[in-house]
């Protein structure tokens, strides 16, 4: 059977999920409160970089199966489901996350929901919220408690936004007793035999910050390791290796670098510890403040190491940059170590040259006191230090014989070891990683 359903939000996960279900065969329609962004996305233009997302978002917008607006009335008449996409971004004055996004999305919708109907948060959330919004739902809706209310966690990776969600690994469902599990088994019947688990509101909202939680441990682990193996004079890219045999730890998030960044795991895993201690459970999380100080401790430890290279000073040096977004296969630029590095450089008295190929608009934008360029031979050119710091495929392959006639110094920081030492220690360049001897 297919579905009218809404998407409110048009960030990143609103526009994929609209995309993606249409994709599925439903009519959709997005809402946001941005016009001009809803007239791109109408228009089909992507105001987000991800693989393979523009095309899937004209194809259905040509079919007539998805489309943009800005009326909550409009969407309450159009949809039998909703969803919720909003950003649950970290709070200006703690660690806890800032619901006003969604709650400003319930108090717009549900007035206008007079008919039975299925509210679905995909948010990251602090557990206890879907138990609010169920409440301020049924409040407010003329269908009372006809409108119900389900929690249905996203779990996408930048760059594999729409593989997570044609081919997800699983689907969590918090729901309670009632049509709300058939409604959303039904709807996602199309993907296939997925491996589902139904629960409540409370474990449904761990979930997600559960598992990003423990990813962010595994990374800072191994960059912990990575301080040890400097100072042992060991090289962790090996003992990582020899890790990833034993089945039980694996060698996935077992790769020693910079650390890691973006719109989720950082603001995630403050929000998870923020929560702990109002439900007075804090000191069972305590470690996870171990886990965000080791992260960024690795940007510190890399402005060190290219300070050392630039010759103890970054006055009058020049220092070229490879990397502004989080990660690879993204524009996304919150919270990214790239950019923090830059720019603690700049501020050190370095000239800083920035390229990126997807983020650099979004950079200029954030971090206008750097300089940027429109290539890799462009930054580099007369720089005395550079600096690996985004692992974009085009950086990883790099020729480092071809690429040193360019800089007044070869010396390059492989800050997500990724590059062969030994070829470009063999091409005249002095090499530094994080972790390596």
């Not at 019947?189 to 441990?217: H, Q, R, S």
């Not at 401790?297 to 990397?323: C, E, K, M, P, Q």
């Amino acid at each position: 059977m297919r579905h009218r359903l809404t998407v409110i939000g048009s960030g990143y996960l609103g526009i994929t999920h609209a995309a993606c279900m249409a994709e599925l065969g439903h009519q959709v329609l997005g809402l946001d409160i941005d016009e001009d962004r809803v007239r791109r996305l109408n228009q089909g233009e992507l105001p987000i970089h991800e693989q393979g997302l523009e095309e899937l978002l004209r194809r259905n917008l040509a079919a007539g199966r998805l489309r943009f607006g800005t009326d909550p009335r409009e969407a309450a008449a159009f949809g039998d489901l909703h969803f919720l996409c909003l950003g649950t971004p970290q709070r200006k004055d703690s660690g806890a996350a800032d619901l006003s996004q969604l709650d400003a999305a319930v108090d717009a919708l549900a007035p206008h929901l007079d008919r039975p109907c299925l509210l679905v948060g995909k948010s990251t959330v602090p557990v206890g919220t879907a138990e609010r919004l169920a409440a301020r739902l049924t409040a407010l809706a003329p269908a009372g408690e006809g409108a119900e209310l389900a929690w249905n966690p996203e779990f996408l990776r930048e760059g594999h936004a729409v593989q997570d969600t044609l081919a997800p690994d699983r689907i969590v469902l918090g729901v309670r007793p009632g049509r709300a599990e058939a409604l959303l088994r039904d709807l996602y019947g199309p993907l296939g035999d997925i491996p589902t688990v139904v629960t409540d509101y409370a474990t449904a909202e761990l979930v997600k910050v559960a598992a990003n939680a423990f990813l962010a441990t595994k990374i800072s682990y191994i960059n912990a390791i990575a301080e040890v193996c400097e100072a042992a004079g060991a090289d962790v890219v090996r003992l990582a290796e020899a890790l990833g045999h034993d089945d039980r730890i694996g060698r996935r998030f077992l790769s020693a670098g910079l650390g890691f960044g973006g719109g989720c795991l950082p603001k995630d895993i403050r929000a998870f510890v923020a929560r702990a201690e109002e439900l007075g459970t804090g000191e069972s999380l305590e470690f996870l403040r171990q886990v965000d100080a080791i992260n960024l401790r690795r940007r510190t430890r890399a402005v060190d190491h290219a300070r050392d290279l630039a010759g103890g000073s970054f006055t009058n040096r020049r220092i070229a940059v490879l990397g502004a977004a989080f990660k690879p296969d993204s524009d996304d630029i919150r919270d990214s170590p790239a950019l923090d590095v830059a720019t603690a450089i700049a501020r050190e008295g370095a000239h800083v040259s920035v390229y990126d190929p997807a983020a650099l608009d979004n950079a200029r934008k954030a971090r206008p006191d750097l300089d940027y360029a429109t290539s890799t031979i462009d930054a580099a050119r007369g720089a005395h230090v550079l600096l690996l710091l985004t692992e974009w495929p085009e950086f990883t392959t790099l020729d480092p014989t071809a690429l040193a006639p360019h800089l007044a110094t070869p010396a390059v920081l492989d800050a997500r070891n990724v590059l062969d030492p030994r070829t470009w220690r063999t091409a005249g360049w002095t090499y530094r990683s994080l972790g390596r001897r």
